[in-house]
């Protein structure tokens, strides 16, 4: 039987948390704030243009004065430069019709990166478009991610035109335990997309950790 639920939305207030902390009780509101949230991921990825970014999070805070903050987890912060907030800053500040006063950036360094799954769906994505074969990929990676103490299972799943293969197909890698049906068990699951002259390659990572 196929997999019907989300990893991440099974276990949200559990194991894994939300990536926007606010609330609305008027429907237009929702679906306003649904939309900025989306569009804010959006201008930060095509700012920053490499694959560094593991996730946003975007908390507002409405008290006295209209605040959001956008909590960035990256393994490489030496491209979050001073210019490049005030440039997104200013962006979102016109999209946003100026509505907060205050929009604030805490960018947070990732130090162990194969123990995070954002982060290595965006490494596979890289590696696939450099041409390199997909299964010294995913093992190499399986090896890398073995490598951390905390980790107790992994699984690896790609799908498309695989090396250029004329009809499209899934490959998938498993090692340990990635108990996806256990709501209490720390599982991370990010996914991602590689673009190659084939076609689009669908990249997934699932990562069991101890709690």
Known sequence: MGQKIHPIGFRLSTSNNYQSFWY?????KYIKYLKEDNYIRQSIHNQIKKRIISHITISRIYKKSKKIYIYIKTNDIRFFSTKIREKIKKDLTIILSSEYEIIDFKIFKIQKVYLDSGLIVNLIADQIE?????????????????????IIGVKILLAGRLNGSEIARTEWVLRGSVPLQTIEKNIQYSTAEANTIFGIIGIKVWISKKD
């Open 24 to 28: 609305s009780k008027i429907r237009k």
């Open 130 to 150: 450099k041409r390199i074969h997909f299964k010294r990929i995913m093992n190499s990676m399986l090896q890398k991610i073995y490598k951390e103490k905390d």
